[in-house]
């Protein structure tokens, strides 16, 4: 078993970093896929290989404890970092992973201190990795171990960013890594541990051996780069939002009871991609006539809505909110404090 113990600035520069800003493409190019599909079709699961403790995956809806994203930025991402600081709840930390130093943390201070205290803002650096920007990727996935503690799942990644280890240690928690091409945007779990996907080339008992999967639905690509966080919120383990109506039926197989979310003009853009956090749920928009509807459609459940208007990310980058963040759950605070503290300081040394 591969099991480790580890491990805003004014409106006028807004708009000029938005307008100036390289936006890396999320997708798969044709060689990176082709090379990815012969890759896991090579892969042989071992029935005796897995990681039986893990009891079911951590789902985004239930407590949240911190919020992580790249350190890395392109198109409208500083705006959404400063979004996130400003309307993050009380009791959530935001957790920058640098590449190699950059950017330090006094940088994130002075960017987002006026939005959340610089004891809530902390850096895990990682090290002579590859390109991280689309974290929710490449960061290793949430589930709960037997004891109900933290562990982190690791899958290869095409962009070669391997921040696995690095979390992992800053985190004090367990690492399990499998061999295949796996992208965290491409996962969704509720706590019964009924598991989402886009139908990939991987073996069911993937899921169910390292992400605690109970059942494992793999649903058909219809739209976008072929992830299911550009189609399905999960927002109880009975609620579902959806933009396509073609997985409606599934859903409902599965106990949930399923709104249709307006559908944006922009092949690549989409109100699911939202990030929700303790009641407060960050919807990308579009200065488009169907925003309104979908801020509507959100509120309807109670949440407090934060628009951010992603158009470049969505339609340059093929991503948005969900794609450049993770979340982590609740866990042992002093013991994740002491983790964190002493991580720093020894780096800093």
Known sequence: MHFHKSLLCTLSAVLCFVANAKVPQHEPDAAQRAYMQSHNARQIPDLRDGAEDVVRPFAEYETARFVLMSGEDAGESKVVKAQIAKHLPDGVDFVVLTNNGIPTLATLHNALSDYISKDRIHTIDVKSSGYGFWARDGIPVPVFMNNQSLGLVDARYYHNYEPDNFVAQAFNVPLLSH????????????TRGNCLLIEREIPKVIFERYYGCKSVTMLPHLAGIGHVDERIKLLSDTLALTDRIEYKTALEALGYTVHILPTPAGKYETYVNA????????????????????????????????????????????????????TYPEASLEDLQVALDGYYSKRSE
């Open 179 to 190: 061999t295949y091409y796996y992208e965290g945007g491409n996962f969704l779990a509720d």
């Open 275 to 326: 990030l929700f956090v303790n009641g407060t749920i960050f919807v990308p928009i579009y200065n488009e006539v169907t925003d309104s509807a979908a801020i509507a459609k959100y509120e309807e459940f109670g949440l407090k809505v934060v628009p951010i208007d992603t158009r470049h990310l969505s339609n340059i980058g093929h991503g948005s909110i969900h794609c450049i963040t993770m």
